[in-house]
Each structure stands twice: as C-alpha cells, then as structure tokens.
C-alpha cells in the first residue's frame, strides 16, 4: 500500500476517532493501530496522538491479519511492535489481534502487549494438536494409540484428570466431535494457565 492510500485511511479514520460519548453511556472505545510495514509512516505518529487524548481503556493492535498463517514473518511483526510500542501510553493496556501461538506470545509479552484473542488454540485442537509443558502433541500419531496417560500430567483441566491421550485419539480416528471438544477444552485451559503464569513472573519480576 502506498504511503498517500495508507494516509488516507488513517485520515478516514481520525475522522469518527473519538466517538461521541453521550451522558451516562459509558462505550468501550477501542483505539486501534493498523499494520505498518514501511515504517516509519507520518501517518502512524497523528494516529498515536488521537490514541494519547482518548479516552479508551483498550488500544488494539492489528498489525498484519494472522501471523498464525505465516502469511507475514512473525520477526517483521515483532519489528513493528518495538517500533510502536515506546510511541503509545503506558497507561492502557495493549491488545494484540489474531496471535495465540506460544512463542509468538512470550516475544510480544516482553515488547509490552497485555492482553491477546486467537482461535490458534482451539483451530489447532480440531485439527489434533494439543498443548503441553513438554511440547505440542499430535492425537492422531499412530503412537498414542496405546498411550494411556493424560496429554499432560501437569494439568489440572478435566480433561487431563478424566481421559488418556489413547482415548483422544480414539475419539480423532472415528471422527466423534467429542474428541474436538475436549482437545479443545484442554488447549483452552492450558493457555489460560500459561498466561496466569506470565502474570506471575510479571509481579516477581522475572519477565
């Protein structure tokens, strides 16, 4: 994109930045930061500025669709969050879009992302791939066939405490959603668990 298109954009949307807040309507409003790759961009800067005044408690990041899709290189999107991130606010919270891989998440946590949404993990169940402390597990690998202990025996999900990974992949290979479901419930909890953990080494200062 040109710089005069991706000027364009940007001027389009200052123009409905910031919304109107009526009294006693209290909206979430989100300031959002579009991907960059011809950095630095002029444009970006009075973007940054409008986000600065605002009032919004989020400021989103979308910054190249879903690296998850290795359309982009994650370093180009880890370039451009460590350009961003010393022009925005420290006192709002940093969202970033489409990202939920772990290695992508531990490098954006320490460029100063808060907060992320992706359907990486429970895509990556339906497809038989379950997370781990030791590392991603394939269900339908032929070995697990008579793998009769849990995905991971650190876990505390129901699913790690009621089912064997022999018992998944049984599920995966007659193709019974209840595989999906669980797979997925397990992969669910364990980033909620990995990211409870970042939160902790935050507070102690080991990340």
Do not use: W
Request: glycine letters at 6%.
């Amino acid at each position: 994109m040109a710089d005069s298109d991706r000027k364009e954009l940007v001027v389009m949307g200052a123009r409905m930045f910031p919304h109107p807040i009526h009294e006693g309507y209290d909206p979430q409003v989100f300031a959002v930061v579009e991907k960059v790759n011809d950095q630095p961009v002029k444009s970006l800067l009075h973007l940054v500025e409008l986000i600065r005044s605002s009032e919004g408690e989020f400021i989103i990041f979308n910054l190249a669709g879903n690296y998850e899709t290795l359309i982009f290189p994650r370093q180009e999107m880890f370039d451009m969050l460590a350009y961003v991130m010393p022009l925005l606010p420290e006192d709002k919270p940093n969202h970033l879009l489409g990202i939920g891989d772990t290695y992508s998440m531990e490098q954006c946590i320490k460029l100063g992302i808060d907060t992320f949404d992706s359907s990486h993990p429970t895509r990556c169940a339906r497809h038989g791939l379950v997370f781990s402390a030791q590392g991603d597990k394939k269900i339908l690998n032929s070995s697990n066939k008579h793998n009769f202990k849990p995905i991971d025996q650190t876990c505390t999900c129901m699913v790690c405490q009621h089912y064997t990974v022999a018992y998944l992949h049984h599920l995966f290979k007659a193709n019974e959603m209840t595989g999906y479901t669980l797979a997925s419930m397990h992969n669910v909890h364990f980033m909620v668990q990995l990211m409870a953990e970042y939160r902790r080494k935050i507070l102690e200062g080991e990340l």
